[in-house]
């Protein structure tokens, strides 16, 4: 096991190349052995840029431009990366072999961990994690909160003197949030390692954590100090800038839940549903989607949400079973949203992606945006103005000549929900549509959703974050993992 490691930066930075302005600058502090770090900033501000810093991640100056200096136990990053274990923001990302049990080793035998202590830690990862799945299940048919899992086991089972966590529970259920905390909270006693966790759900670290550094927008930090120091002598100012302050009130209306008897406009019918045509991960599934209204699709990671979510969208065929559309959906009723073609689901049913980069098309922002409307026949004065109205409502009017692959993960959130929304379709599906959103972020997305409801669209989306429940109204259709196959 690596000894505990000490962080410093002085007037440290990094600039993309390519990018007008830096990611992060001017940042300075010290971190000693131990120390439990939240890192809290404005979606955008660089927190996961610094964490690659820290990690030695960022690349050589082909791919950008640093200043000042960013040193772990004294020396660059890119140096002690056997002693640092980064886990990254895209669990997709941090995914390297085909079996669970050997992604999980990978990093232990890179390290050069003795062969027969290997499956030991392999095992207690897993276990810490709470991910129960086969040592050979494939990496490729888990979910993305399995995946998040994932990505954690392996890196605590390197032991590293240095762990960073990039929003480590954003797509985990409630047990898993809990789990991931608990295990973390174990490994940081057992071990004594420094802990840097960047996370917008404040709350959930507060009794691991003994410090909070807070990221500026345009350079520096906002604030530093102990929790109870920054939340309790800069609240204002923090929620202000977009961190979401414990105890803080969201401040949208609270929808009220859909009357059962309301007409569907999508209803199912003794549904089963799989990712890839064999696996059942839910059956016998007569729902209605209410029209006007909110469905939000909750449940623990791995019941096949996001599977329920993409067959109700008409992008995956049903296995058994069917969905099928009111008549002002589709010109007729019965008809099976699986069967149009993409044209067709263009005004009828929109899909916002768990992965934001799914759906990306063009080279800019701006583009991106009408890329809809213009499909839809509208004028490049009128698409330009759908885009430019929603680039404003979701703070990312200063990077509308940006690449959409440039953005922050936040940020490519909040774009990609504003490209279903731009074509205005009737039905929109989102998989979780508030990931990685600080709190302006957050508010901007639910405040939109909340008027397509009013304009009689219907919303089915999935998420375990509450407060979307509750702003949402609608109903909440709690799905359990499937044990039979």
């Not at 100056?61 to 990254?88: F, H, K, W």
């Not at 309790?232 to 008897?261: C, K, Y």
């Not at 969905?323 to 044209?343: E, F, I, M, Q, Y």
Request: charged fraction near 25%; glycine fraction near 12%.
């Amino acid at each position: 096991m690596a000894a505990p490691a000490r962080v410093t930066a002085n007037e440290w930075g990094w600039r993309y190349a390519g990018r007008r302005l830096p990611a992060v600058s001017d940042v300075s502090f010290t971190i000693e052995p131990g120390e439990r770090v939240l890192l809290l900033g404005a979606s955008g501000a660089g927190k996961s840029t610094l964490l690659a810093g820290l990690a030695g991640v960022l690349g050589d100056a082909d791919e950008g431009e640093r200043t000042g200096s960013l040193l772990v136990d004294g020396s660059a990053p890119e140096s002690r990366r056997g002693a640092i274990g980064l886990v990254l923001q895209d669990p997709d990302a941090g995914v390297v072999l085909s079996k669970v049990g050997d992604d999980v080793a990978f990093g232990c035998e890179n390290l050069g961990v003795p062969a027969s202590e290997i499956p030991s830690r392999v095992a207690a990862a897993l276990d810490e994690v709470g991910l129960d799945v086969p040592l050979d299940r494939p990496t490729k048919e888990l979910s993305g909160g399995q995946k998040q899992r994932l990505a954690l086991a392996g890196v605590l089972a390197m032991r590293p003197g240095l762990l960073l966590l990039d929003e480590p529970t954003a797509n985990l259920d409630p047990t898993g949030v809990r789990e991931v905390r608990e295990s973390v909270g174990r490994i940081l006693e057992d071990t004594g390692a420094t802990l840097v966790v960047v996370e917008h759900r404040t709350e959930i670290w507060a009794d691991v954590l003994t410090r909070v550094i807070v990221l500026a927008a345009d350079g520096g930090l906002l604030a530093d100090g102990t929790p109870s120091e920054v939340f309790g002598r800069h609240g204002d100012e923090l929620a202000d800038a977009g961190v979401w302050v414990p105890g803080r009130s969201i401040p949208l209306p609270v929808l009220e839940s859909a009357d059962a008897g309301t007409d569907a406009v999508l209803t199912t019918q003794h549904l089963a549903v799989s990712r890839d045509r064999r696996t059942v991960v839910q059956a016998g599934l007569d729902l209605r989607m209410p029209r006007g209204a909110a469905t939000v699709l909750s449940g623990p990671n791995g019941a096949g949400k996001s599977t329920l979510a993409l067959t109700l969208a008409g992008l995956l065929p049903e296995l058994r079973g069917a969905v099928t559309s009111a008549t002002d959906l589709a010109g007729r009723s019965g008809v099976r949203p699986s069967k149009w073609a993409s044209r067709e689901l263009l005004t009828r049913i929109g899909t916002v992606f768990q992965e934001p980069e799914h759906q990306f098309l063009a080279r800019t922002l701006r583009d991106e945006l009408a890329v809809g409307p213009r499909a839809l026949g509208k004028t490049e004065a009128e698409a330009n103005a759908i885009a430019d109205d929603l680039l404003e409502r979701l703070q990312l009017a200063p990077l509308a000549l940006a690449n959409p692959f440039t953005l922050s993960g936040g940020q490519k959130r909040r774009l990609s929900v504003a490209t279903v929304l731009a074509s205005a379709p009737q039905v929109i599906v989102l998989d979780e549509p508030t990931f990685g959103q600080d709190r302006r972020g957050w508010i901007g997305i639910v405040e939109l959703l909340q008027e397509e409801i009013a304009a009689g669209r219907t919303i089915i989306a999935v998420s375990h974050d509450d407060a979307v429940v509750r702003h949402l109204g609608g109903q909440r259709l709690e799905l359990e993992t499937v044990v039979a196959r």
